[in-house]
């Protein structure tokens, strides 16, 4: 049992009374409630959960294998295999015309989820402001509060392709304001961030001293003739930013639980003192597989990609087609749909989607108020699921409608 404070009265519902204020009053994911009803059905199709319904490409799996095989079974270096550091350095360069040091400026991390904690962790002191946009990946905000910071939510709207509006960023910045938070390409909306807008921020970044994490985790998702550029190669970026990223998705790795962070030595220094208190090390098998991923993977990226963006279209069409209007994502694996013609709102659409059609999406709303219009549907899943999937939803919507 753990001990509590004495000067709570026992009758105080044992969570209250033991959980800290910040982990106790934050609500638990509204992704969870869709897979938990799911999981009581049969011939459910999720669009529900963000992961690659490829499994991780073979040449991947066999250097997993190959390590375990070596007895390759023990701890590395804190910051993860220097092999595979150096190949990420190589990579961040090639792709982005970034530069970081692999000895000092990287860290390997269990997912991108864990840079995302430690980020937090490491730079945010209690009551410091982060300005996040809305809808955003669920465990933002979480990540925030349980390092003590505020978030402080800048809507980001359909009528604007869900791209930041830096005006509305300048005039969400207060005196506590310590970062801007970027997570683009995005999660739940498929969208990125254009060229200008992502030079405005850095002015802003710049022009306030703002600190940046920017989860670029889906940046070899990118569709059309949209480029992604890492915010850190930005001109004058590269010093206020701590860049995420990972291998679940454009890998399809999810299992594997193996991402990084780059930032400036000094950040990276005192990011390390959590990781190897908490974590130690990611995976070694993991490490060695994501160094196959990293310098041998490509090929295997853009076959995934291809078979994305041929879904987003048939995905985009489908719903555009049956009165959901979806704009164009460009990135990610993710269409937002807006549900309001139906005149149902999300959460009720999606339960009753569920009900009726045993087709999984999320409501919008769980990304955040500012989403609570749409859906947002995963087109990770095959091609030919995905026909099914459109099927059904446009029975349902031409039932209610
Ligand atoms: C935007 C975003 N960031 C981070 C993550 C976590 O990724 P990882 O598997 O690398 O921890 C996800 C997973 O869904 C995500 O969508």
């Given at each position: 049992m753990v001990a509590t404070s004495s000067r709570v009265p026992l009758r105080v519902p044992l969570a209250e009374r033991v959980l800290a204020h910040r982990v106790h009053d934050v609500p638990p994911s509204g992704i969870r409630k869709f897979f938990d009803i799911a999981a009581t059905m049969t011939d459910v199709i999720s669009l529900g959960i963000g992961e690659p319904d490829f499994d991780t490409p073979r040449s991947i799996i066999e250097a997993g294998v190959e390590s375990l095989r070596e007895g390759r079974t023990h701890y590395t270096s804190n910051s993860g295999t220097i092999e595979l550091r150096r190949a990420l350095a190589k990579h961040l360069e090639r792709l982005y015309g970034v530069v970081y040091d692999p000895n000092t400026e990287l860290v390997i991390t269990v997912g991108a989820s864990e840079a995302l904690d430690l980020a937090m962790r490491a730079t945010i002191e209690p009551g410091d402001e982060v300005i996040l946009h809305e809808p955003s990946y669920v465990a933002y905000v979480p990540a925030i509060v349980f390092a003590g910071g505020t978030p402080v939510h800048v809507a980001t709207r359909f009528e604007d392709d869900f791209a930041l509006d830096p005006a509305a960023v300048e005039a969400a910045i207060t005196p506590r304001t310590k970062a801007l938070f970027l997570g683009y390409p995005c999660n739940p909306t498929g969208a990125v961030l254009p060229d200008a807008v992502q030079d405005e921020l850095a002015r802003i970044a710049e022009r306030h001293d703002l600190l940046v994490y920017s989860d670029e985790i889906y940046d070899r998702l990118a569709y059309g003739s949209y480029r992604h550029r890492a915010f850190s190669a930005l001109p004058g970026m590269?010093?206020?930013?701590?860049?995420?990223?990972?291998?679940?998705?454009?890998?399809?790795?999810?299992?594997?639980?193996?991402?990084?962070?780059?930032?400036?030595?000094?950040?990276?220094?005192?990011?390390?003192?959590?990781?190897?208190?908490?974590?130690?090390?990611a995976p070694t098998v993991a490490q060695d597989a994501a160094l196959v991923a990293i310098v041998d993977g490509e090929p295997e990226v853009e076959r995934m990609r291809a078979e994305y963006d041929r879904r987003r279209r048939l995905v985009v069409d489908g719903f555009n087609a049956m009165g959901l209007a979806t704009f164009e994502p460009r990135g990610a694996f993710y269409a937002f749909p807006r549900i309001t013609s139906t005149g149902l709102d999300a959460d009720t659409f999606a339960t009753r989607l569920l009900e009726e059609e045993h087709v999984a999406v999320i409501p919008g709303s769980a990304f955040g108020a500012s989403g609570a219009e749409h859906v947002r549907a995963c087109y990770a899943t095959s091609y030919e699921r995905l026909e099914e999937a459109l099927v059904r939803i446009r029975r349902f919507v031409d039932r209610i409608g």
């Open positions: 590269r010093e206020r930013t701590i860049l995420m990223g990972g291998f679940s998705k454009a890998y399809a790795m999810t299992g594997w639980r193996i991402g990084w962070m780059a930032a400036p030595a000094a950040i990276i220094e005192g990011i390390l003192k959590i990781h190897q208190y908490v974590i130690m090390t």
